[in-house]
């Protein structure tokens, strides 16, 4: 028989860029990694939000970092569903990008035997809205009284589908991380470089380069048409980073053709400090679950 959905507890981290106030709206639990701004650390999300983010990226010179979700706060959560009876789903980002969820599977060992088998851990391999799509297709399954097998076969099978399209606004941030040199960030300031990237078998590829903002949004919808275009039966999300949103509602109003079937006012996210750290501001993405 289906299970009542306070049967399942779903659980994720907060690189899904899934809000406090929107977790609570949706009865799962996002456990918050750490951003560290020169030594001090913020639970992301809780102690620093978004908008509070950029506000101290921009203004100090500092490269922040971040640091996974402890095994601790996974075993808690853990804890606390096993002692309500109810089966765990955690959805992770990528292992790829992070320890995140090898704190899950710690956590889980530090469990009961009984309650182990009661606990599902779910690489997305994705991260920020492509890992949101996950959950949010988790929480309509559940919803909609699906056995905990069901989800868990579900997210594992659409997991390859989902696709996440980045458009940047500077290379400044990859540099600050190590991940290009400073001249070509520095050639890429002059010549207005934007780059679009990707996320691939759970790590972040580039896709090309265009010359201004403009040229990359084009950009964005080529690579949308080369994964052969957005699945409308299933979610997808947008998201932008900073302090304004107005490239991405740029994006919207040229290419709400894609979206066709879509009434009313996109969904949107705003990137937290454990992408945005590695992204700026000024950039935005789009997810969705692709036709092949």
């Not at 750490?34 to 010179?61: C, P, R, V």
């Not at 979206?259 to 950039?283: F, L």
Request: proline residues 3%; negative net charge; charged residues 25%.
């Amino acid at each position: 028989m289906p299970t009542n959905s306070s049967n399942i507890r779903i659980i994720t981290d907060s690189a899904s860029d899934i809000s406090p106030a929107e977790a609570e709206i949706l009865n799962i639990d996002v456990l918050p990694l750490k951003t560290i701004f020169e030594g001090k650390e913020y639970q992301d999300g809780i102690e620093l939000d978004a908008h509070g983010f950029y506000e101290l990226l921009i203004e100090t010179d500092a490269m922040p970092s971040t640091s996974q979700v402890s095994p601790f706060l996974f075993n808690e959560a853990f804890r606390r569903a096993r002692e309500k009876g109810q089966d765990v789903l955690c959805l992770t980002l990528s292992n790829k990008l992070s320890g995140t969820n090898q704190s899950a599977h710690l956590a889980k060992r530090g469990l009961a035997e009984s309650d182990q088998a009661h606990v599902h851990i779910i690489d997305t391999e994705n991260v920020t809205i492509g890992e949101q799509l996950l959950v949010r297709l988790a929480i309509q399954m559940r919803d909609a009284g699906k056995v905990i097998s069901e989800i868990v076969a579900a997210i594992e099978a659409h997991r390859k589908n989902v696709r996440v399209v980045g458009l940047l606004d500077t290379l400044e941030y990859l540099r600050r991380g190590g991940r290009i040199s400073s001249g070509a960030a520095i050639a890429g300031s002059l010549l207005s470089i934007k780059p679009v990237i990707c996320i691939e078998e759970g790590e972040v590829k580039l896709i090309g380069k265009a010359r201004g903002s403009k040229n990359g949004r084009n950009l964005l919808v080529e690579a949308v048409g080369q994964y052969g275009g957005i699945d409308t039966t299933m979610p997808f999300r947008l998201a932008y980073s900073g302090l304004s949103r107005k490239l991405l509602d740029k994006y919207w109003a040229d290419n709400h053709n894609l979206y066709a079937d879509w009434q009313g006012e996109p969904p949107i996210s705003h990137i937290g400090s454990v992408i945005g750290t590695h992204v700026g501001p000024g950039a935005i993405a789009v997810s969705f679950f692709s036709k092949r």
